[in-house]
């Protein structure tokens, strides 16, 4: 598995959240009790339910799939004593998280739990608020081919409608890692994001018809990264998601 930031990456970080700002400026706002933040599927889910299954793109019954921020090479010089001890420090010595992320780092000693949090947080915020405004410029350079159609498709059948998700991200109150699982080479590693929006959907005409506009709504999301350690290529890649209630 991997680390995610070095120099050159906080650096690509840097120009990320000023894209993430200029998003911002133009947003309006989206909540709570209606449909998770990040489940581009759910946005047109009764008239695609209403299809025959025959009728469905492939993407419609595909996994998420996200790239996330890339890392620098591990420090050579370090081994993996400080990866294990910063896992200590994040998972109980003993229990089944902290025997698998020191599988991992057996593979990538430059794996720390923080670090990789810290990029599942940026990802998961951008994509977040790229999807709901439709930025598919953004999402491109996040996504996998092959899950940005399927993002693409969903914003355009939103358009086609007429619908326009206002949507204000509030921030990320918590982030912490739930699970992870090692098969061979293929690691994955379960986030359990805790979010706060504001957020509406409304019609051709301005009229709300989903949401509140004026209520901050918390959001929990379980979103599972994967990677395989042993390939070339630094980029995590959102491979589910689905929120709790």
Not at 101 to 115: A, C, I, N, T
Not at 189 to 209: A, H, N, P
Not at 231 to 245: F, G, Y
Request: aromatic share 6%.
């Amino acid at each position: 598995m991997a680390n995610f930031f070095d120099l050159t990456t906080l650096i690509t970080i840097a120009l990320a959240v000023f894209v993430l700002l200029r998003l911002r400026s133009v947003l309006g706002k989206r909540t709570g009790h209606q449909r998770p933040p990040f489940e581009p599927y759910e946005i047109d889910r009764k008239s695609r339910e209403a299809r025959p299954a025959g009728e469905r793109s492939a993407n419609e019954e595909q996994d998420n799939v996200v790239s996330l921020p890339g890392r620098g090479q591990p420090d050579a010089t370090a081994g993996t004593g400080a990866a294990e001890k910063a896992v200590d420090a994040y998972a109980k010595p003993g229990t089944k998280l902290n025997k698998t992320l020191k599988e991992v780092v057996q593979s990538d000693p430059g794996f720390r739990p923080e670090k990789f949090l810290e990029g599942a947080r940026m990802a998961y915020e951008m994509i977040v608020t790229a999807f709901a405004d439709g930025d598919r410029r953004t999402l491109k350079n996040l996504l996998s081919r092959e899950v940005y159609d399927g993002f693409a498709e969903a914003i355009s059948e939103r358009e086609n409608r007429g619908e326009e998700i206002r949507s204000n991200f509030v921030g990320i109150e918590d982030a912490k890692i739930k699970g992870a699982v090692l098969t061979g080479s293929d690691a994955q590693i379960t986030v359990q994001f805790v979010s706060q929006l504001i957020s509406s959907t409304v019609d051709s005409e301005g009229k709300v018809i989903e949401g509140d506009p004026d209520k901050v709504a918390e959001v929990k999301d379980i979103w599972t990264f994967a990677r395989d350690i042993r390939s070339r290529d630094p980029n995590w890649k959102l491979v589910a998601t689905e929120s709790e209630i």
